[in-house]
């Protein structure tokens, strides 16, 4: 069954499978998986962000089951998509919003630009589709735009937006947005924050107050930790994982930009070397661009199938 979601993707990751396969393409026509032949594919998997591990795993698995064969590149492919489809299946998970908790906690990381504000615009427009109400917390209260952007988020999908004055203690926000959010009974409160990573201490710093504030009106808050990612910049996106895995305690991880990146094996590598769930992927700019992702799906497109 081809979903609306699946062609979605498909187009979005065209330029990845370009990227993958293009290069399969070229090397097999058809042709003798000898030591050449894996060496080049290898580099080909690592050139589209799949990473070292990941590379070296699938073709260990060509070697064991094909070596010396011939194979076409429709069989590369098709291999390829359910290796992939196998890496991805244990950590393509969706955010389950825990009912019990009210409202539930979501914490946005990422570094600028990531995605943050406009992913949080779309869990809300879903979550109201949901029957859910939220609050939205415009954590990132230095920068006056960034709070109009969540504003504007919020409008569209009706749902309250939280802001303080510019350069009020984000933490002292988030504070007053959860108090709001358990008076009104709240289902689901989604706090936005800045995301300078130059100076990582302050950042450090600053997250974790807002956790430790949240904590005095609910112990367990946060609920989910969330980390942006922006597929476009590839191998910084694992870094960026490992940054931020110090600072705070991520539950999972959200890759953002998937229209139109040819990165979009980063998603791999995150799957592979992290393990973290990944919740959902965002597919472009608008409101519904935000999809749970299917990891046979996920993989069959990353191969252009
Ligand atoms: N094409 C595409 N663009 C996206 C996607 N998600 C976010 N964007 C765009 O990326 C840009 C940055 O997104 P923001 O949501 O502002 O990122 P942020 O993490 O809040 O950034 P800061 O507030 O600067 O830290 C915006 O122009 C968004 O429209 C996506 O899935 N696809
Ligand atoms: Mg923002």
């Given at each position: 069954m081809v979903t609306k979601f699946f062609a979605r993707l498909k187009s979005g990751l065209s330029r990845s499978a370009a990227k993958l396969t293009g290069s399969i393409t070229a090397t097999f026509t058809k042709r003798k998986l000898d030591d050449e032949a894996l060496e080049e594919l290898e580099d080909q998997l690592i050139a589209a962000d799949l990473g070292v591990a990941v590379a070296a795993r699938i073709i260990k698995g060509f070697r064991s089951t094909r070596f010396g064969?011939?194979?076409t590149?429709?069989?590369?492919?098709?291999?390829?998509?359910?290796?992939?489809?196998?890496?991805?299946?244990?950590?393509?998970?969706?955010?389950?919003?825990?009912r019990s908790k009210k409202p539930f906690v979501i914490l946005m990381t990422g570094v600028n630009g990531a995605g943050?504000?406009?992913?949080?615009?779309?869990?809300?427009?879903?979550?109201?589709?949901?029957g859910f109400t939220c609050v939205l917390a415009a954590g990132d209260t230095f920068r006056a735009a960034a709070v109009e952007q969540l504003q504007v988020w919020g409008a569209r999908s009706g749902q309250e937006v939280v802001t303080a004055p510019a350069n009020t203690d984000p933490a002292s926000l988030a504070h007053e947005a959860l108090s709001r959010a358990q008076k009104s009974g709240a289902d689901v409160l989604l706090i936005d924050t800045a995301g300078r990573l130059h100076n990582?201490?302050?950042?450090?710093?600053?997250?974790?107050k807002?956790?430790?504030?949240?904590?005095?009106?609910?112990?367990?808050?946060?609920?989910?930790t969330l980390l942006m990612l922006d597929a476009t910049t590839g191998q910084n996106a694992v870094t960026q994982v490992g940054i931020f895995k110090e600072m705070v305690?991520?539950?999972?991880?959200?890759?953002?930009?998937?229209?139109?990146?040819?990165?979009?094996?980063?998603?791999?590598?995150?799957?592979e070397k992290y393990g973290l769930p990944i919740h959902a992927v965002g597919t472009g700019e608008q409101i519904d661009d935000l999809q749970e992702f299917d990891p046979v799906e996920f993989g069959r497109a990353l191969v252009g199938e």
């Amino acid at each position: 069954m081809v979903t609306k979601f699946f062609a979605r993707l498909k187009s979005g990751l065209s330029r990845s499978a370009a990227k993958l396969t293009g290069s399969i393409t070229a090397t097999f026509t058809k042709r003798k998986l000898d030591d050449e032949a894996l060496e080049e594919l290898e580099d080909q998997l690592i050139a589209a962000d799949l990473g070292v591990a990941v590379a070296a795993r699938i073709i260990k698995g060509f070697r064991s089951t094909r070596f010396g064969k011939e194979v076409t590149q429709e069989e590369v492919r098709e291999t390829l998509g359910d290796e992939i489809g196998k890496i991805l299946a244990p950590v393509a998970r969706p955010l389950e919003i825990d009912r019990s908790k009210k409202p539930f906690v979501i914490l946005m990381t990422g570094v600028n630009g990531a995605g943050k504000t406009t992913t949080i615009g779309k869990l809300a427009a879903r979550y109201k589709a949901a029957g859910f109400t939220c609050v939205l917390a415009a954590g990132d209260t230095f920068r006056a735009a960034a709070v109009e952007q969540l504003q504007v988020w919020g409008a569209r999908s009706g749902q309250e937006v939280v802001t303080a004055p510019a350069n009020t203690d984000p933490a002292s926000l988030a504070h007053e947005a959860l108090s709001r959010a358990q008076k009104s009974g709240a289902d689901v409160l989604l706090i936005d924050t800045a995301g300078r990573l130059h100076n990582k201490t302050a950042l450090m710093e600053e997250l974790r107050k807002i956790i430790r504030v949240l904590r005095k009106l609910d112990p367990t808050a946060p609920h989910a930790t969330l980390l942006m990612l922006d597929a476009t910049t590839g191998q910084n996106a694992v870094t960026q994982v490992g940054i931020f895995k110090e600072m705070v305690d991520l539950t999972g991880l959200m890759v953002t930009k998937l229209d139109g990146s040819a990165r979009g094996g980063i998603v791999v590598a995150l799957a592979e070397k992290y393990g973290l769930p990944i919740h959902a992927v965002g597919t472009g700019e608008q409101i519904d661009d935000l999809q749970e992702f299917d990891p046979v799906e996920f993989g069959r497109a990353l191969v252009g199938e």
